[in-house]
């Protein structure tokens, strides 16, 4: 019954589950990744934004959709951002790296370090970032020392800021280049896309609400049959007769049964007639069993209070009868009448018993008697013939 419940479950489920599931598939992007190429990777969000730079302040040159293959060439200083092949005016475009599944053998750190586009001044989330001024690492010879440094690229309109002058201390063989260094890329989020919402067909609430009315009916009955069979778990008699801790009482069980809205719960218990042990059931076919420690105290000290099925305690039952011998108190032996006491008491009741129907015998005996002595004088006084008085002669 129970896996009969499990599988009618399993298939409502699915039923409810499967318009929703369906929507999804139609909104959603494909479920399944496609392993990423040798060298590369694929992209895992369904719109993967290009940028000019490794940035997310740096403006779009496009998007790439779900599991595009994408090769990296470069990238930036802590390989958060990758640039890949674009075409169009620029040949390099950056993408965040944690959106896409790359091949595990491909070491982004090993790939070569690119500079941001420098001929592009991002422009930041909040105020305006000013430019740093560091000195070129390769000096340039020139004939005769110069106080200024001077930019390397060539101003275009997209350059919105002009790079300060730095102040440079003159020296007789280089000249220090003004080199702009974007702002430090920052970490991008896991995933900047969010999952389609799923809405429910209509139906779904109908379905819903029919499937859970179902659940509850099954419920129902399968509490109702299995409280009826188990109100007749004992209909033919407890599993044991016999007390195994003291060994001479008997057990009596004790069933009391209440209806609840037509689920019958029952409650038993199973007490000893000589020894105060006690067994209750504590779920369908187990009971606790505390025994009494004054007429066994060698079983209730390894077995008292522990939990047996209805097979363990015929096992129990076994082992008390071999191996536990019951101690009966002194008061309650000297209650026990010996053999040849109960042997005399049962002469003695059977002796009174026949005398008192003899005596009874006897009694009915004179009673029938004595009234067949009054019918035989009343029936003689009325066959009788009337005496008739002879008349005198005066």
Known sequence: MRRLLVVL??????MLL????????QEGPTPTLLPPPAGGGVVTVSTLVVRIGPDQ??????????????FPV???F?????AIEWTGEREIGWIAAGLVSWDPSLDLLALPELEAPPLLTPTPAVGTATPTVEPSSTPAPTDEPSPTATDAPEPTEAAATTAPEPTATPTPTATQEAIVVPPEAEEPPASTQEPPAVTLPPEAGLWAGVGLLFLAILAYAVRFVAGRRERSRYADGFVLEACPVCQIGMLELDEVSRQTLGLVSTRRSVRCDTC?????????????YNMDALFNPALADEYSGRQFSDKALLTLAEDAHAN??????????????SPEEVIAELEARFEAETRAQQEAEHQEMDDTSAADEVEEDSTE???APPVMEEPSEE
């Open 57 to 70: 302040s740096w403006g779009p040159l496009g998007a790439l959709a779900y599991n595009t293959e994408v």
């Open 74 to 76: 470069g990238r930036n």
């Open 78 to 82: 802590n390989g958060t951002w990758v």
């Open 9 to 14: 479950t399993a298939l409502l489920l699915g």
């Open 324 to 337: 536990y011998e019951p101690e009966i108190p002194q008061e309650e032996a000297a209650a026990f009448p």
């Open 381 to 383: 006084k009325q066959e």
């Open 18 to 25: 499967s318009p929703a599931a369906s929507l999804y598939a």
């Open 276 to 288: 105060r042990s006690v067994m209750r059931q504590i779920r369908p076919g187990t009971w606790r």
